[in-house]
Structure formats: C-alpha cells, structure tokens
C-alpha cells in the first residue's frame, strides 16, 4: 500500500495498542488472556478475568462488548485520565459490518416479538457510547464503515483532531463483528512520549493490525 504524506505538524506516539482475535487478547504484542470457545463465551471469561464490576456489561450486544473490553485492556495500566478533561479524549473507529450482527438477530425477533433490548443496538456507534459512558470521555467520536481497515484514514482523521487541538488524546482503530467473525484492534494515541511509544503513523498501523491477525 502506498501512502500520502501526511502533515503531523506535531509529533503524535502511540502509546499502546491491544487486540481481541482469534480467542486471544494481546495487548502491545505480547498475549495476556486467551478462551477456547465462541465468542460469547470470550467476552464473559474476558470480563471475568479483568474482575470488574460493571453490571451493565451483560447487557451490551457483542460489538460493544468487544469494544468496551479492548478499551479496558488498553487503558489498563497505561492510561491516566487525570493528564486529560473528558472533552480532551476521542474516539475514532472503523468497521466493515457495521451493525449488521444486531440488524440480523433483530429482524429475526420481529418474526416473533420485536426485542427492544436488541433494537437498542442496531446503531454501530453505541459501542462508542458504551466506552465513553464507562471512561467518561466527551471529546469527538466518529464510526466510519469501510470495506476494510484503512489505516492511513483513520491517522488523517486523528491527526486533524490533534493538529487542531480539538482533542489532545485518542482511542482509534477497528472493532467488527458478526455472528462468530471478529476482530478487534485498538491504538491509544497521544502527543506525549513514553519509553515504549512508537511513532503514529498509518504505516505503524498497518503493521500492528496485520501482525495481530
């Protein structure tokens, strides 16, 4: 893939990233969690094995659940909300299938009874809801539904939102699902530099998300 030159204007690092894929929960390339089974099955033993308490979990659908969980997992220990006000953090995503598990299972329950609790879901960008409402972030957020990861996109996107002050840091990537096929990778990016950082760029990004399949 070739890609444009995009004006940074400022350095910007990603400072973590972690992925859910293929029953295994990696984060900076190193695995840390992994679950023989369905997906389902995954996310609660995932949940389990991050011992929260957030009651609202088992009411998600399964693409928020994937992303909230990948958020959780990238914030862990890496993320301090106090460097940040709520409207300093955003969230920008990507996926291919947009709602389509929840669109599926809902035009199925019709059939029967309508189920309100799946309606709820028929939106992609709830999941976006689900991590702010959790991290209190109120910085911009976007879901954009594109055939497959674009990355160098989504750095354009982000970039702006930095270059500009707009938001000072991100959660950005791509959470898809549907049925049993998912897929989660996420980036923190932000303008500080750690010892573990690498530089943000779409390149970087590729590389990560391809390496995590």
Same mark, same amino acid.
């Given at each position: 893939?070739?890609?444009?030159?995009?004006?940074?204007?400022?350095?910007?690092?990603?400072?973590?990233?972690?992925?859910?894929?293929?029953?295994?929960?990696?984060?900076?390339?190193?695995?840390?969690?992994?679950?023989?089974?369905?997906?389902?099955?995954?996310?609660?033993?995932?949940?389990?094995?991050?011992?929260?308490?957030?009651?609202?979990?088992?009411?998600?659908?399964?693409?928020?659940?994937?992303?909230?969980?990948?958020?959780?997992?990238?914030?862990?220990?890496?993320?301090?909300?106090?460097?940040?006000?709520?409207?300093?953090?955003?969230?920008?995503?990507?996926?291919?299938?947009?709602?389509?598990?929840?669109?599926?299972?809902?035009?199925?329950?019709?059939?029967?009874?309508?189920?309100?609790?799946?309606?709820?879901?028929?939106?992609?960008?709830?999941?976006?809801?689900?991590?702010?409402?959790?991290?209190?972030?109120?910085?911009? @957020? +976007?879901?954009?539904?594109?055939?497959?990861?674009?990355? #160098?996109?989504?750095?354009?996107? $982000?970039?702006? *939102?930095?270059? %500009?002050?707009?938001? @000072? +840091?991100?959660?950005?990537?791509?959470?898809?699902?549907? #049925?049993?096929?998912?897929?989660? $990778?996420?980036? *923190?990016?932000? %303008?500080?530099?750690?010892?573990?950082?690498?530089?943000?760029?779409?390149?970087?990004?590729?590389?990560?998300?391809?390496?995590?399949?």
């Amino acid at each position: 893939m070739k890609y444009n030159n995009i004006k940074l204007l400022t350095e910007k690092y990603i400072t973590g990233f972690c992925s859910i894929d293929n029953g295994i929960v990696a984060k900076d390339g190193v695995a840390i969690f992994g679950h023989q089974g369905d997906l389902p099955g995954l996310l609660l033993a995932a949940y389990q094995h991050l011992q929260l308490s957030y009651p609202k979990f088992y009411k998600m659908d399964n693409l928020s659940k994937l992303g909230w969980l990948t958020t959780e997992f990238l914030l862990k220990n890496t993320f301090n909300p106090g460097d940040y006000r709520p409207e300093e953090t955003g969230v920008i995503l990507a996926n291919a299938n947009s709602s389509l598990d929840d669109d599926v299972k809902y035009w199925e329950s019709i059939k029967d009874v309508a189920s309100p609790s799946l309606f709820v879901y028929t939106l992609p960008n709830i999941v976006i809801g689900e991590i702010c409402i959790r991290n209190h972030f109120k910085g911009e @957020q +976007a879901l954009y539904i594109q055939p497959e990861f674009n990355a #160098e996109f989504i750095t354009q996107q $982000v970039s702006y *939102l930095l270059n %500009k002050n707009i938001i @000072q +840091a991100c959660i950005c990537g791509c959470i898809d699902v549907f #049925e049993e096929d998912y897929k989660a $990778v996420l980036f *923190l990016v932000e %303008k500080k530099k750690t010892d573990t950082s690498v530089v943000f760029s779409a390149e970087k990004m590729d590389e990560i998300f391809n390496k995590e399949a």
